[in-house]
Nanobody, 126 residues
Framework: VQLQASGGGLVQAGGSLRLSCAAS????????MGWFRQAPGKAREFVAA????????AYEDSVKGRFTISRENGKDSVHLQMSFLKPEDTAVYYC????????????????????WGQGTLVTVSS
């Protein structure tokens, strides 16, 4: 399985970016995909996730109301629309996926995911 993330870049505070992640090599009929991020000198943290079955979503508190995760219909792809970006959103963003069996309570846990993408850098200038 390969996860290909794209869409990172440099943006001014208050701006928007859209990250995308496409999975290949396996279907995710009952799994989930999500985004984590790691800022310099900090641990990797959960950002958002979406479960294929039922479409349940989860967000880290600091991004609620600013970020939206969505699934591309018919494809094993997710998008993360990021708006009202802040300098503290600066990080490498990683796409993650679990092919099946994701329970809602585990969506925020990095250890629950089986596959990881290479990361895409988001830099928000003040």
């Amino acid at each position: 399985v390969q996860l290909q993330a794209s869409g990172g870049g440099l943006v001014q505070a208050g701006g928007s970016l859209r990250l995308s992640c496409a999975a290949s090599g396996r279907t995710f009929s009952n799994g989930a995909m999500g985004w984590f991020r790691q800022a310099p000198g900090k641990a990797r943290e959960f950002v958002a996730a979406i479960r294929w079955s039922g479409g349940a979503t989860a967000y880290e508190d600091s991004v609620k109301g600013r970020f939206t995760i969505s699934r591309e219909n018919g494809k094993d792809s997710v998008h993360l629309q990021m708006s009202f970006l802040k300098p503290e959103d600066t990080a490498v963003y990683y796409c993650a996926a679990k092919s099946r069996g994701m329970i809602i309570s585990a969506m925020r846990n990095a250890a629950a995911y089986d596959y990881w993408g290479q990361g895409t850098l988001v830099t928000v200038s003040s």
